[in-house]
């Protein structure tokens, strides 16, 4: 496609995805509902030819990675999550005009807020095929239209998944163009969607630190974004041993892939000579890396066959999306606040203790999108907050933080409620 081609094809989709936005934001809940509940049905009926679809794009991906590869692969269980994942946004509530805080002021007017759809997102996403219709499904009920560029090792996947809810869509009498997928994999396409504001309201970015990066660099409107997932787990000095042990393993090696994973290990010095050894020996089970400060160093050293390295600085910053994990020894939870707020990635981060008073200021001082006590770090999830699906989980402080819901893809507008009051 040439140049000129491909800005023509651009701005018709904008186009398109700007007028069905307006049908979209006035569409009544019960066809939204419509639509979510046949895309399940189809996704349950389409397994054969999305598993066809999938391997298309599996064989031509031989050269990624394992962890690429792992988020590309489109599994029965994965089609059923989103499959569900459809079906729990239709059994929520529809946010879309809501009125919250109304209240009566002495002039006679009553003053409130109206919940309505942001208009046309563009999210620019690679190798999860199920990101496709996690954000169909949330434009759908927020009332949102969208423009999805998914990955090119992803394309058949991701456009047989686009047919499925295309098909959706009109079953329910909604605009086909409330989803388009951009179907070429001309990366100049992303630069095109991500200046034109004239089409879009919000870019959402989901995938590697390079991606976002370039996003946020070069997009004329407005991006929610995270760079990294640089999780921590911290084992405090009062503490249940079973519990920190099972929530550790689970965060870590549950699966290596995804941005909830735990990527490093803080231990109180009163706990780390009774837990790094037993934590360091199921890891080392595992095939797990361990890469630790000079104290760690000396408690894990004793563990037969166990992959173990001295830390750099670098370490403490590190994605790994692998089995590999930082571990240091801290003297305080103040030392361990500051080690995250410094060294993290503001995602996710969680505290294991008995002490109350200890999880209480953990989760207030520690600066990070989702903070948990006693559980695994892997629930930051859309789906497991009961948000249905998520269109990513952002790092930022303006307007959604963590998990991006429904409510997410909305803004607030002022609503003024008057019987004929006039201002004097």
Excluded at 235 to 259: H, I, R, W
Excluded at 316 to 345: C, F, M, Q
Aim: aromatic letters at 4%.
């Amino acid at each position: 496609m040439s140049a000129s081609d491909l800005t023509s094809y651009m701005d018709s989709v904008g186009l398109a995805a700007r007028q069905a936005s307006a049908l979209m934001a006035a569409a009544p809940t019960a066809a939204k509902n419509k639509a979510l509940l046949a895309l399940a049905r189809r996704l349950r009926e389409a397994g054969p030819a999305l598993a066809q679809a999938n391997a298309k794009d599996l064989a031509a991906a031989s050269d990624l990675d394992e962890p690429m590869r792992d988020r590309l692969k489109l599994k029965p269980e994965v089609i059923e999550t989103v499959a569900q994942g459809c079906e729990q946004i239709a059994a929520m509530p529809d946010p879309v005009g809501e009125i919250t805080s109304l209240k009566r002021r002495p002039s006679g007017i009553s003053v409130g807020q109206m919940r309505v759809p942001l208009g046309v997102f563009g999210m620019i996403y690679e190798s999860r095929p199920n990101v496709t219709i996690e954000a169909a499904s949330l434009a759908i009920k927020s009332g949102n239209a969208c423009i999805l560029r998914g990955g090119s090792e992803a394309i058949h996947s991701n456009l047989a998944l686009a047919n499925l809810v295309a098909a959706a869509l009109k079953e329910a009498g909604l605009p086909e163009a409330a989803v388009q997928l951009i179907n070429t994999t001309d990366r100049a396409a992303v630069g095109l969607l991500i200046a034109a504001p004239q089409h879009v309201d919000v870019i959402i970015p989901r995938g590697g630190k390079g991606l976002i990066e370039r996003i946020t660099a070069e997009a004329k409107v407005p991006v929610i974004k995270h760079l990294d997932g640089n999780c921590h787990c911290y084992v405090d000095a009062e503490v249940e041993f079973g519990l920190a042990l099972t929530v550790v393993m689970n965060a870590k090696t549950q699966k290596y892939s995804p941005c909830n994973a735990t990527e490093s290990l803080l231990v109180h010095a009163e706990s780390a000579s009774d837990f790094l050894p037993h934590i360091g020996a199921l890891l080392s089970e595992k095939g797990v890396e361990m890469r630790g400060c000079p104290r760690t160093l000396a408690l894990l050293g004793p563990i037969p066959g166990a992959k173990i390295k001295a830390a750099t600085e670098a370490d403490w910053s590190e994605e790994y999306l692998a089995p590999v994990l930082s571990i240091k020894v801290v003297d305080s939870l103040t030392e361990a606040i500051a080690h995250i707020n410094r060294y993290g990635s503001h995602h996710t981060d969680a505290i294991l203790t008995t002490h109350h008073a200890n999880a209480m200021r953990f989760l207030r001082e520690v600066d990070s999108a989702s903070v948990m006590v006693n559980a695994s770090t892997r629930f930051a999830d859309g789906f497991e907050y009961g948000l249905g699906a998520e269109i990513g989980i952002s790092t930022d402080k303006l307007h959604a933080r963590g998990p991006v819901g429904l409510e997410g893809l909305t803004s607030l507008k002022w609503v003024v409620l008057g019987q004929g009051e006039i201002r004097v």
